[in-house]
Nanobody
Framework: VQLVESGGGSVQPGGSLRLSCAASGFTFYQYATAWFRQAPGKGREFVAAMRARATVPYYADSVKGRFTISRDRARNSVYLQMDNLQPEDTAIYYC???????????????????WGHGTQVTVSS
């Protein structure tokens, strides 16, 4: 069971990036999947998620209207489209998955037991 993120990089404020998370060893669609991020000197925070076998997305207030989470069943991958990036979005972004997650816990870091190694996103002028 493995998650591998890609797509991070450096952009100017207002720019866009698309993060990818590829899964191996399990079927992503059957798992709740989430993106978290950790900024320098801060704890890891929830960004976005989708429940298993569902398409309704959930977002942190700080990214609503700017970020979009999606899932590609054929590629067994999850994506995070990030638009209008701001300096406060600078962080390491992590993909996470867990088979059984109730809706009330979907934003909790501790319910996810499969994590990728992260990809760096830097927003700076």
């Amino acid at each position: 069971v493995q998650l591998v993120e890609s797509g991070g990089g450096s952009v100017q404020p207002g720019g866009s990036l698309r993060l990818s998370c590829a899964a191996s060893g399990f079927t992503f669609y059957q798992y709740a999947t989430a993106w978290f991020r950790q900024a320098p000197g801060k704890g890891r925070e929830f960004v976005a998620a989708m429940r298993a076998r569902a398409t309704v997305p959930y977002y942190a207030d700080s990214v609503k209207g700017r970020f979009t989470i999606s899932r590609d069943r054929a590629r067994n991958s999850v994506y995070l489209q990030m638009d209008n990036l701001q300096p406060e979005d600078t962080a390491i972004y992590y993909c996470a998955a867990e088979q059984w997650v109730i809706l009330s816990a979907i934003e909790r870091e501790d319910v996810y037991h499969t994590w990728g190694h992260g990809t760096q996103v830097t927003v700076s002028s």
